[in-house]
């Protein structure tokens, strides 16, 4: 008894929230099976509604197994002659991307306060979710699944999307820790104070723009287009409609980015040797499915050119960013800062390109999408040529005669009260 009450009766706070790696491992397993019911539950609802018998319980898992792979950007076949599938349905990426960095921000909070990140429940987390990776592959390994695995292939693509999402969300969680070190220039070209996140910033406005002027010319197309019509003649049944509805729903992300590229003026891939695009486009026999009857037949330069108005506009955007944070800058440091967020776009431009493309098969269906280097380069194209001298527009305009426009407004309220209380 004496023993007893002279022991501490609460441990010490590392001891009381300390977490076993079984625990964590099983976090991580519930973090992909609850990814993997985002999927299972539309795939499931399906086969219930199907009139099909001849489709067993264990197809259609196989089937959700398969598209959660495919959500996470891994390569897939399908068929007899393994024709590849591996345009990414981007909506469902999202998706998982949102809850694994969820799942990591739960375990950054856990170890905040404590100087240092305790690298086990992560990396316990992670090996939980390449299980569960790891078992969806095993069922798709099969030849005669409906979307069959590519092994090691698929495993990597699982583990770098985690790996990045789980990363992030631990960074978000610690409070983001680190700085941006300043690049060996000279001092004249050194990045001012403020210039990263204004450059985020302006970033971010172009990509928000342009994807909404890519929305705008998708949903020109929608309207022009003959996508109800290849709807009716697809539509069978409830299974059927629903089905179609799903898959075009999933696509939509990969569709703005594809109006996208349009837009800005390379266009995109719609199988091998057709294109389209402003400046002119060339088709072939493409698959009856509702989002690729929104394209135009074939043609040269026209009205369409009027979808250049999107990047244009987001341009205008970024540069108006960049010129409200430069009023503190030079005019040199503002041209720099403006290219360096025009060079900056060419990588994310590209990633995005790789991301929203791929193949559905072989021969006609071996190139979708947009080619990704010609993506990027676009995007870095029209922000060079726009949102560099639009910055230092801006720029000039909001310190013009000394003041911004809003500094001459307060000085002019402060006037007229003063006039107002004498």
């Known amino acids: ?13 590392s001891e009381l929230d300390s977490r076993s790696s079984l625990a964590d491992l099983l976090a991580g397993v ?3 099976l609850l990814t993997l019911s985002v999927v299972a539950l539309p795939v499931f609802g399906l086969w219930v509604l199907a009139p099909y018998g001849d489709d067993t319980a264990q197809g259609a898992a196989r089937t959700a197994f398969g598209l959660w792979l495919l959500g996470h950007g891994a390569p897939l076949a399908r068929g007899p002659e393994a024709a590849p599938v ?16 969820r799942a990591g921000r739960r375990v950054a909070r856990r170890s905040r306060g404590r100087g240092f990140v305790r690298w086990r429940s992560p990396l316990a987390m992670y090996a939980g ?42 960074w978000t969680g610690l409070g983001r820790p680190g700085q941006l070190r300043r690049l060996p220039l000279p001092a004249a070209l050194w990045p001012p104070d403020g210039a990263e996140p204004a450059a985020l910033r302006a970033l971010g406005g172009w990509a928000g723009a342009l994807l909404a ?18 709807a009716q003649r697809l539509g069978g049944g409830a299974a059927g409609w629903l089905g179609m509805l799903l898959a075009c729903v999933a696509l939509v992300p990969n569709a703005l980015l594809w109006a996208a590229g349009y837009a800005l003026g390379p266009g995109f891939a719609v199988g091998a040797g057709s294109h389209a695009g402003p400046l002119g486009t060339r088709l072939g026999a493409v698959p009856d499915f509702p989002l690729l009857a929104v394209l135009p037949d074939r043609r040269g330069p026209d009205w369409h050119l009027l979808a ?31 290219a360096a967020t025009a060079l900056a776009a060419a990588p994310f431009g590209v990633l995005a390109g790789w991301s929203c493309g791929g193949a559905l098969g072989t021969r006609r269906m071996a190139e979708l999408g947009p080619v990704p280097w010609q993506f990027g380069l676009a995007q870095s194209a029209w922000l060079l040529a726009l949102a560099v001298p639009g910055a230092l527009l801006a720029r000039w305009w909001h310190t013009r005669d000394g003041a911004g426009p809003t500094v001459r407004v307060r000085v002019g309220v402060y006037r007229l009260v003063c006039r107002l209380a004498a």
């Open 1 to 13: 008894m004496t023993q007893l009450m002279g022991r501490p009766i609460l441990g010490l706070p």
């Open 213 to 230: 002027g890519g929305g705008a010319v998708f949903g020109a197309a929608l309207l022009l287009g003959s996508a109800g019509q290849s």
């Open 30 to 32: 519930r973090t992909a």
């Open 129 to 170: 979710y390449q299980l569960v990776a790891a078992g969806a592959v095993a069922q798709c390994a099969d030849p005669e699944a409906a979307l069959c695995s590519r092994g090691v292939l698929d495993l990597l693509a699982v583990a770098g999307l985690t790996a990045g999402a789980l990363g992030y969300g631990l």
């Open 308 to 338: 250049c108005a999107a990047p244009t506009a987001a341009a205008v955007v970024a540069a108006l960013l960049l010129g409200r944070a430069a009023t503190r800058w030079s005019a040199l440091q503002t041209a720099t800062v403006a």
């Open 86 to 101: 591996t345009v990414t349905p981007l909506l469902l990426t999202a998706v998982i991307t949102v809850l694994v960095v």
